[in-house]
Structure formats: structure tokens, C-alpha cells
């Protein structure tokens, strides 16, 4: 089977998905694939560089062009079965405002927020009432680009300018003090809790991506917590529909659960959240791409 790894990309998660593509590609069984490296510099390269006879996409990308169901849309173009999540359900997922109002209206707990679009429209009674701190970040961000904690209502604007830099839309979200948990789906089944612990304020992307930087590793909650984060993650995955695997982010405090976000195309070097997680059920990194491999391709 030939299998190409797309990496690269266009967005402002290129670096990260460098870092993820190569090792995929690093850690893929030679002795099972015959497996290619293919970078995306622009758009038309998922037409120019991708083999006529790859057999299968290993997605390595983030953010936009990436997660967004765009290349989704191109590689079904191309008759090209791929890994994650369909088009509609990767465009969803990569909205934040899509996904917390389908969170909202399916009865699963997200945090109270609003949208801006511009400088001019921001809605300052609305978050008066959703209250400070907020978090202000772009609406189809992701890897923490842009991502400020807000404390009062002058610092504001700033943090809103930033994020229409990168995006059309930019997300005010209500801060949740708790703990960070990650939940990883893969093929519909719940792998083990991560907790992500750190010393800053919150999980920038200094933080995330700094050696050392959090403590990430697998926790088993009290039973009755464990069981309703499991629960969620499960609602997840059929509310969206999704497929081949997800990672979904929450904030816990106490025994309340708050889901922050989902994400379709997870950051995926050895040291990232969901090979902690497979390896917690004694699946090596390298079974972990056949397992992907394999559920994508039985969806």
C-alpha cells in the first residue's frame, strides 16, 4: 500500500504540522508501506505532488486547508481515501461557533461565549455578561496562535485586532478555571484521559510546544467523573459524525466538565497527547498509524 504523509500546509500551524508529518513518516512500518513525504507549499500542490497510484493520505495537517474539510473535499476530488473525518464534519469541527452551538443545543456543556467579526461590532454587554476573564482567540484557530487571556474590558480590543489578523471571526469565551483533560476517539471507542498541567496561566502556545513546558500524562478520575467524560466524548462522536479519530479538549473543575473543543487532525509526534493516550492501552506509536490507517479506511 502506498501511502502518502501531507504535511505542510498554508496555515499558521505549518511549523507544528512539519513536526507531526515527519514523524509519522519517521515512524510508518517501511516493512507494510511503501510510504512518500509530500509538503504542501500552496493549494494546487494536493493536485501536483500527491502520486497518481497513493493509495492512501495520511493527514499530518493543521488549521486551515488542513482540518477545515478543504483538502477533505480535494483528496475525494482525487478518489483518494484519506485518514480522519469527512469534509462536512471536519468544516463543523474546525468551527468554533458551529461546534459550541451544536454542543449548546445537544445538551452538552461548553462554556458561554461570543463572535466578533469586527473592531466596531464587538458586543461589550455581552461579555459584561458572560463576565471576566475571557479568553479571546480566533474562531478556526487552533495550536493557542492568537490566543489571549482577558482580565478587563480595555485590554479588549488589542487581543480582538490580533485574532482578525489571522482569522475573519474571533471567538470571547467565558475563562473556566480547572484542569485541562483531553479525550482521544478513536473509531468510536474512548481511549484513556490525559490531564495537561502547567505553570502559566493558562496553555499557551509557549507552553504547549516548550520542552517541559506542561505535564501531560494519563490520569484515571474518580469512576463517576471518568464514566460522564467518556459519556461526552462518545455524544461527540455521533452528534458530528465523525470518523477514523478525534481528540476532544475539556476543562474540569470539580466534578463539572466543559468540553473547550474537538479536534479532527490532533497534533501527532511520538510525544503528542494521543500516542500517550494509545500507549496507555499498550499501543505502541507505530500501531497507532496502522490502527488510524485502518479505521479510516473501514468508514
Known sequence: ?????????????????LMSGTEVYNYLDKDKYEVVKVVIDEKKDVFTKIPEDTDFA??????MFGEDGTIQHALEILDIPYSGCDPLCSGMLMNKNVTKKM???????TAPWTVTKSIEEIDYDCIEEIGYPVFVKPNCGGSSVATFLVKNREDIEAAVRAGLEVDEFVMIEKYVKGVEHTSFVLD????????????SEFFDREVKYAENGAVEEVVYLEEELENKVNEISEQIWKIFNCKGYIRADYIISGNDVNVLEINTLPGMTRTSLIPKSAAARGMSYS??????IESSLNN
Open 1 to 17: 500500500m502506498k501511502v502518502a504523509v501531507i504535511m505542510g500546509g498554508i496555515s499558521t500551524e505549518r511549523d507544528i504540522s
Open 58 to 63: 495520511l493527514l499530518a495537517l493543521h488549521g
Open 103 to 109: 454542543l449548546r443545543d445537544s445538551g452538552l456543556p
Open 188 to 199: 468510536g471507542e474512548v481511549f484513556p484521559t490525559i490531564s495537561i498541567t502547567y505553570q
Open 287 to 292: 500501531d497507532l498509524l496502522d490502527k488510524l
